[in-house]
C-alpha cells in the first residue's frame, strides 16, 4: 500500500501556476510511486486526526484521498505541518497536491467484515470502518449516562454486509441527527451506508458497532465497495424494517449495562437496583442436581414459597420436581 507524506512545501491549488516545476506530470493515485515527481488531484473523502493512547494532544493528521478513477490512498501530513494545513483542508473538497513523499507500506486499507469486527473488543485501541446495505432502523431510546445528564438517546439501524451477515450499530442521538431515515428507508434502492470510526461492543455474544464523536457517515459513497453491494443484493426488493422497541433496545440496554457478579446483586436493595441494568457473565454447570429423600437425584425447580414471585430471591428455594413441599438434601 502506497501512503503519501505531507511535507512543508507542499501545496494545494485547482489551477495550474506559472511556478509549477515543468517536469512534474499529473498522476493518478493507482500510479504513484516513490521518487515519482509528479501531482495529483483529488478529493478528500475523510479527515482524521491520530491520538496515541493515553496522549491528549494527535501526532499527525490523516486524510483518505479518493481520485476520479475511484482509486484511493492514505495521506499523512506531519505534525509540524499540521498547524499550516490541517484547518484549510475541508472534507469532500477536491485539491491539487504537489511536492509530496511516497512511501509504501505493507497494509492495505479496507472495510472490516464480520470476521474481523467478532476478534475485536471494546478495550482494543482501534477503529472499526465498515461499509453495508440500510436495512433497518429503530426510533430513539432513552439511556442513562454516567456524565450527569439524566437521559440521553440512542438509535440503531441494521445493514447488511457484503457477506450477507447483519450487523447493528448503535448510533448517539446527536451523531445521525442529520441524517433522516424514515426519508432514507423510503428510497426505491436501499441507500448504502459507508461508517467509519467505530468501536465494537458486546450483546452477549453479539457483537455490534457503537459510534463516537469521531464517527462519520456517507450515504451511497462513490466506491467499488459500495457497487459490490448492490450487485449482490439487485434482487433484493424487501422494504427498510422499522425495528421494533425491544429489538433496538437489545444492544442499547446491554451498551449501558454495569458489569456485576451474582455475588454483588444479592446485596442490592431495591433503591439501589432500581433503574440499573446489570451484565453479569455466568458459565453454567452440567449435571446440576439435588438430592431427595425419597427420589433421589433430580434436577432443582425454583419455586416462590411466599407466591410472590415478582421479587427478588428472597423466599425462594430448591424443590424436587416431583413433589411440591421443599426437600433438598445436598
Avoid at 495529483?40 to 494527535?58: D, G
Avoid at 501530513?77 to 512511501?103: P, W
Avoid at 442490592?268 to 432500581?274: E, G, S, V
Wanted: proline share 4%; hydrophobic share 40%.
Amino acid at each position: 500500500m502506497l501512503s503519501l507524506f505531507w511535507s512543508s512545501a507542499s501545496l494545494m491549488t485547482l489551477s495550474l501556476s506559472k511556478k509549477d516545476p515543468p517536469e512534474l506530470i499529473h498522476v493518478g493515485l493507482s500510479h504513484l510511486r516513490p521518487s515519482l515527481m509528479a501531482y495529483v488531484i483529488a478529493r478528500v473523502a475523510r479527515k482524521w486526526e491520530t491520538i496515541i493512547l493515553a496522549e491528549t494532544y494527535p501526532i499527525n493528521t490523516d486524510l483518505l484521498l479518493v481520485d476520479d478513477k475511484g482509486d484511493s490512498m492514505e495521506v499523512v501530513i506531519a505534525h509540524e505541518c499540521m498547524q499550516r494545513f490541517s484547518d484549510n483542508i475541508v472534507e469532500g473538497t477536491v485539491y491539487k497536491i504537489l511536492h509530496f513523499q511516497v512511501s509504501d507500506r505493507k497494509k492495505k486499507y479496507k472495510f472490516a467484515d464480520m470476521e474481523e469486527i467478532k476478534k475485536r473488543s471494546e478495550r482494543d485501541p482501534v477503529f472499526t470502518d465498515v461499509i453495508g446495505m440500510f436495512v433497518g432502523y429503530g426510533d430513539p431510546i432513552a439511556v442513562s449516562v454516567d456524565s450527569g445528564t439524566p437521559m440521553v438517546d440512542k438509535i440503531d439501524i441494521n445493514l447488511r454486509l457484503l457477506s450477507g451477515e447483519i450487523l447493528r450499530v448503535s448510533f448517539w442521538a446527536n451523531h445521525i441527527s442529520h441524517l433522516n431515515l424514515a426519508e432514507l428507508a423510503a428510497m426505491q434502492e436501499k441507500p448504502i451506508f459507508a461508517i467509519g470510526g467505530t468501536t465494537v461492543q458486546s450483546f452477549s455474544a453479539t457483537k455490534y458497532l457503537s459510534s463516537l464523536s469521531s464517527t462519520k457517515i456517507y450515504v451511497n459513497p462513490d466506491i467499488k465497495e459500495a457497487d459490490q453491494i448492490r450487485e449482490r443484493f439487485k434482487d433484493d426488493q424487501t422494504p427498510v424494517m422499522l425495528l421494533t422497541n425491544d429489538k433496538a433496545s437489545q444492544s442499547l440496554s446491554l451498551g449501558n449495562a454495569k458489569d456485576a457478579t451474582i455475588f454483588d446483586l444479592l446485596y442490592l436493595d431495591r433503591d439501589r437496583a432500581q433503574g440499573q441494568k446489570y451484565r453479569v457473565e455466568v458459565h453454567a454447570a452440567k449435571g446440576c442436581a439435588v438430592s431427595c429423600t425419597q427420589h433421589g437425584l433430580v434436577t432443582p425447580r425454583l419455586v416462590s414459597v411466599d407466591g410472590h414471585r415478582n421479587q427478588a430471591t428472597r423466599g425462594r428455594t430448591n424443590c424436587c420436581n416431583q413433589r411440591q413441599s421443599s426437600t433438598p438434601n445436598y
